[in-house]
């Protein structure tokens, strides 16, 4: 049980740790128009190895970053796994360490959960010498053979791993290429679900296979062969056979990826005989025509097939969204569009004309759309008819409401953005509107489906204070619900509310004797369930400083509770489940408009 608001005890442990020396030169990176920090306060430790025994890690990088984001420095371990940081001024720093074949760690994560961040924050005093220290974990791996549809060893062949969680995937794919045995191996992962794929990849036989130049060759062919043999007049050539081509392959070794399973790896693990084999399968031609609502043909257009879209992500889309598996592409012509080599599959087709991406002026004309789901059995499809017809159009106002804060002069730069719930089709998952600098708005062209609104505040990256703080059409805020856009009418009066006035909870976790508490984080939730949504703007996470502080800053008014959980990952702030467990021992607090409320959290008896 990760909920952690009533321990009897908490025993807490230090690791003595030797000054740092001999390490490699620190490295500093402050982003465009930040200055390097400078001060005299001191960060020094070592790194070793979470084995038995524990060892130093050397040659590892170790990252601090300021918690204001001002700047990112690093530095590498020495032979005894030492580092240290110097000039460094007052305030709070995050720190992880990074070495190949080991998982990222961060200063006071949880190593039963490792590579999860961005850990306990690092409090530093004006001339305060802190030293802390790391332990890394080996990270975990997975290997196997992969064969061709023969039996064979496959060279040079690609393989994927991607790591899955309820939103989707894990960060980028873990790549490996097998070697003349087939063989291949992936390391340093972080223990969790993964996906495995192989495709071939250059230079490999299977590779050719991405276009249809490969045929089945059939009893007619085979006749008319041995015919010829006999004969110098034995008729025309029969029609070759049906396409084919090596298709990607999924473990435990099927070309259908929403048919794949997940290999779930522990901490170190080394997981070997995740073996499967290449498989030709016939391959498909879609092609039709594209034509608008009144018949005509619509020449420029973009074409882009995708897995089956449905209400929730399937490993198909967590391979493809991630980048592990690509699928066939469009040609479009003033003819119509054509796609080539489609293994059999379930499939969405997007088609739209015009462009999605935010430009200077409103495009020319209507962006129209087309949506429709096909089914791919091996045969080609030559008569399909993509229908495009106008979205719809949603508009609006952006508004400011200050204290303190002048609002920008020119709004156009100002990011607002449509992302489409339960789906993660890439050409309608996200919709960005045009916005001038006086701040109307307009999303030009929207398929109709669910959204939820997402709303980046001018001057975020260089720490502004501006918050959403509401996104008001017909009485009913946006900004803390998915909504529904029907087809056939547009939709306007959308006011998008900024404020430089949001509300602020803060305070210190400590244990029952007023010690400070670093190993939970801090959890901010609506009280009220029905706004317990995927990215809500009111669910917010934080760690405590090592002096036990936390703040959260930007919340809109209303109910909170507040609570704090042991081992908490990102997306358990998507799991209703798990806030339910928060909910039902969690602090209550109200914040009104502006307010700044300090209330500390005190775990054990």
């Known amino acids: 049980m990760r909920v952690a608001l009533a321990l009897a005890l908490v025993v807490a442990t230090a690791a003595a740790v030797l000054p740092a ?19 005299t306060g001191v960060l020094s430790g070592v790194l070793t190895s979470a084995t038995s025994p524990p060892r130093p890690v050397r040659r590892a990088t170790i990252r601090l970053a300021a918690a204001t984001g001002a700047s990112v420095r690093l530095v590498g371990t020495d032979d005894e796994g030492r580092f240290e940081f110097d000039a460094l001024p007052p305030g709070s720093f995050t720190l992880s360490a990074t070495k190949p074949g080991f998982v990222e760690t961060f200063h006071g994560s949880n190593l039963r959960h490792p590579g999860r961040g961005p850990g306990v924050p690092v409090a530093i005093a004006d001339g305060q010498h802190v030293e802390v220290a790391l332990e890394i974990v080996p990270g975990a791996v997975v290997t196997g053979t992969i064969n061709d549809a023969g039996g064979n060893p496959a060279p040079r062949v690609s393989v994927a791993i991607v790591g899955v969680g309820p939103q989707g995937p894990r960060g980028t794919p873990a790549r490996s290429v097998t070697d003349d045995r087939g063989v291949y191996r992936v390391f340093g992962l972080a223990p969790g679900e993964y996906l495995v794929s192989a495709a071939p990849g250059p230079g490999n036989a299977a590779a050719r296979g991405a276009a249809p130049n490969i045929a089945v060759v059939t009893d007619a062919e085979v006749r008319w062969a041995r015919a010829r043999e006999g004969s110098s007049s034995t008729g025309p050539m029969p ?31 080394e997981r070997a005989g995740i073996d499967f084999a290449l498989q030709v399968v016939p391959t498909a031609r879609i092609s039709g025509t594209i034509i608008d609502a009144t018949g005509q043909p619509v020449t420029s257009a973009s074409v882009t097939l995708y897995p089956r879209r449905r209400d929730r992500p399937s490993p198909a889309d967590t391979l493809v969204s991630s980048g592990a598996v690509t699928l066939p592409r469009a040609v479009v012509s003033a003819t119509g569009f054509s796609i080539t080599g489609v293994a059999p599959g379930e499939y969405t087709i997007v088609a739209r004309s015009g462009s999605m991406g935010r430009s200077a002026a409103p495009p020319p004309g209507a962006t129209l759309w087309c949506i429709t789901d096909l089914t791919v059995d091996g045969r080609d499809q030559s008569d399909f008819v993509l229908r495009l017809v106008p979205g719809v159009k949603l508009s609006g106002t952006i508004v400011f409401e200050h204290a303190s804060l002048a609002p920008p002069a020119n709004m156009s730069a100002i990011d607002l953005m449509l992302e489409a719930s339960g789906s993660s089709i890439g050409s309608m998952s996200t919709s960005r509107a045009i916005v001038t600098a006086s701040g109307a708005f307009t999303f030009a062209s929207i398929v109709p489906w669910t959204y939820t609104l997402q709303a980046t505040p001018p001057g975020a990256a260089a720490g502004a204070r501006w918050t959403l703080k509401s996104a008001i059409l017909n009485g009913r805020d946006l900004a803390d619900s998915a909504f529904e856009v029907k087809p056939g009418s547009d939709v306007s009066g959308l006011a998008v509310t900024f404020t430089d006035h949001a509300a602020e909870i803060s305070g210190r976790l400590v244990d029952a004797g007023g010690r400070p508490l670093t190993r939970y984080s801090i959890v901010v939730f609506p009280a009220d369930r029905a706004l317990w949504l995927p990215n809500s703007r009111r669910i917010r996470s934080a760690r405590p400083a090592t002096d036990g502080s936390f703040t959260m800053p930007g919340l809109p008014a209303g109910e909170y509770a507040l609570a704090a959980a042991e081992d908490l990952d990102i997306d358990d702030l998507a799991d209703q489940t ?10 209550r607090v109200t914040l009104a408009d502006g307010e700044q409320k300090r209330q500390d959290l005190r775990i054990g008896k």
């Open 578 to 587: 798990f806030l339910a467990q928060l909910l039902a021992s969690a602090y």
């Open 21 to 39: 020396r001999q390490q490699t030169r620190d490295t500093a990176l402050p982003p465009r128009g930040a200055v390097a920090p400078s001060g």
């Open 239 to 269: 029609a070759p056979g049906r396409p084919v081509a090596y298709a990607p392959v999924f473990y435990p070794g099927t070309t259908d990826a929403a048919a794949a399973v997940t290999v779930a790896l522990a901490i170190g693990e």
